[in-house]
């Protein structure tokens, strides 16, 4: 990551814009190296964690990614932020984002996964249908596509005979 | 050229995190 990825310019300046950064070498002692990591370990690195202003973990993530997959990564914690400000709008453009400017990053299909939650707060359980489906139409092999086949045949029929009423 | 200028002090991160509305990204690294 500090090779690759943060002196990428576009890294670089997404992390500098909209988050606040802190690192700590793990083979050093730091004053708050236990408060900053909370109930976990690290048990690889990098480890990247993710909070929001008070204190509360929005992500974890372990391991290396490289550019375009980690700035995937931060638009996704980004609309995650947003969810706990109930910024459903502002979420929705940040999973929108990261699945339509990085579609083969591993964020994708999680991003679209959640954009159903938001959309969720917006437009009730057809859009949940709509993005659900939509995600399973294009990462079929995701995890997140398995995770949200759980739509009943019966709610997605009620859900398209409202929709053609 | 920007560089990701990375903060020293969880506490001040989190005020000022908490001030911009911005989320905080903690990265824990290895010199391996």
């Known amino acids: 990551m500090g090779a690759v990825t943060y002196p990428n310019a576009q890294v670089a300046e997404f992390v500098s814009e909209r988050f606040v950064a802190i690192k700590f070498n793990v083979k050093e002692p730091h004053p708050d190296f236990k408060e900053a990591l909370g109930r976990g370990k690290v048990l690889w690195a990098p480890l990247l964690v993710f909070l929001d202003g008070r204190g509360s973990e929005l992500r974890r993530y372990v391991g290396f990614l490289p550019p375009d997959e980690f700035l995937a990564e931060l638009r996704l914690v980004l609309g995650l932020a947003a969810m706990t400000h109930t910024s459903f709008e502002e979420a929705l453009r940040w999973f929108d984002g990261a699945a339509e400017l990085f579609p083969s990053s591993s964020a994708a299909p999680e991003a679209l996964f959640w954009a159903a939650g938001a959309g969720y707060r917006l437009g009730g359980v057809p859009e949940v249908v709509r993005r659900w489906d939509d995600l399973r139409a294009r990462y079929p092999e995701s995890t997140w596509a398995r995770r949200a086949d759980v739509v009943p045949d019966e709610v997605r029929a009620k859900v398209a005979a409202e929709q053609t009423a | ?32």
Request: aromatic share 12%; no cysteine; net charge negative.
């Open chain 2, 1 to 32: 050229m920007t560089e990701i200028q990375w903060r020293d002090r969880l506490q001040p991160a989190m005020e000022e995190a908490r001030d911009a509305r911005k989320p905080l990204l903690l990265y824990f690294w290895t010199p391996e």
